[in-house]
């Protein structure tokens, strides 16, 4: 099966690598060039590196990579998956975009973190084909993959696609489609409170993080973890779980972050976020 993706940036690109890697033919579509050159060359490190400790043949996964800027190039593809930016109105015309060109039987997915399956799929002519599928990042590395089936979807989808995920050396799990299905949902609180204990000045970045992972056993602290997720990402992500509870205040956004957003500080990819990234910059020791 050849399989479409599109969006290149952090997901897309990982994305692209694991379904490459597992043998599929991949057309990796981006409506920027220079995010389509980055992704293949962060790809084309991963791999040699796996090359390294003999995990894999690097040239042979990346010659089954065909980065495009055409949509037409997903005539061929099997499932379409979509990593573009979290709005709900954009992801809606992207589909519609897609539709036009893929087969009836083509599978289309998204992987939003937060937004409904169900109303991305009432955009598409067949949203009985639509389903959710959720990676975590990296996703080269992340085992666990959320699945998560619209109203709309035909009976037995994501089982089937349960089974292709873990054709990929995935663990996937079942959920239900509702705001941040399971990992967001917990997540949410998670940073959350680590703002709010912020805010009030309980402590700060730097010493959270260090409880956290020195003592709390967390592999990341949560404010290195949103700066690696991206606060543009991460910012939308709670808005949208925010107001898809119904504004049930264990969701409420922070200013802190919404600030942080607005000045375009996304966090490690943009060299500032809650930490400063640039080189030289000294990080705070707790
Ligand atoms: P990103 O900002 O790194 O990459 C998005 C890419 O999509 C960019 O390269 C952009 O040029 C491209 N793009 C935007 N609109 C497009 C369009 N109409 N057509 C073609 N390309 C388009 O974003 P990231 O982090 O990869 O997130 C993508 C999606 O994955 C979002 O829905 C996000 O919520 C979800 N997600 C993000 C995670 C994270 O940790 N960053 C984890 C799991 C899911």
């Not at 539709?99 to 937004?115: F, G, K, P, Q």
């Not at 709309?152 to 705001?179: N, S």
């Not at 972050?257 to 640039?278: H, I, N, P, V």
Request: glycine share 10%.
């Amino acid at each position: 099966m050849t399989i479409g993706i599109i969006g290149s940036g952090a997901m897309g690109a990982g994305i692209a690598q694991v379904v490459a890697t597992a043998g599929h033919e991949v057309h990796l579509l981006d409506q920027n060039a220079a995010a389509l050159d980055k992704a293949l060359a962060s790809i084309g490190a991963s791999l040699r590196k796996l090359a390294e400790k003999g995990k894999l043949t690097a040239e042979a996964t990346l010659a089954r990579l065909h980065p495009t800027a055409s949509m037409a190039d997903f005539a061929d593809c099997g499932l379409v998956i979509e990593a573009i930016v979290e709005d709900l109105g954009v992801k809606q015309q992207v589909f519609k975009q897609v539709e036009a060109i893929v087969s009836a039987d083509c599978v289309l997915a998204s992987n939003t973190s937060s937004l409904s399956i169900t109303s991305i799929a009432a955009a598409c002519q067949r949203p009985e084909r639509f389903v959710g599928i959720h990676f975590f990042n990296p996703a080269p590395l992340m085992q666990l993959v959320e699945v998560i089936p619209a109203v709309q979807t035909r009976a037995g989808l994501a089982e089937e696609v349960r089974a292709w995920v873990q054709g990929w050396g995935k663990r996937p799990v079942l959920a239900q489609d509702t705001p941040g299905f399971i990992v967001n949902r917990v997540a949410r609180p998670f940073y959350g409170e680590a703002i709010r204990i912020l805010e009030e000045g309980i402590a700060d970045i730097a010493t959270i993080d260090w409880a956290l992972t020195e003592l709390g056993g967390f592999r990341m602290g949560p404010f290195a973890l949103m700066d690696f997720i991206g606060h543009d990402v991460n910012y939308r992500v709670t808005e949208s779980v925010f107001n898809s509870f119904f504004y049930d205040p264990r969701y409420r956004p922070s200013f802190t972050q919404r600030r942080l957003f607005e000045a375009g500080y996304y966090g490690r990819k943009a060299g500032r976020g809650f930490y400063d990234y640039a080189p030289g910059a000294s990080q705070a020791e707790p």
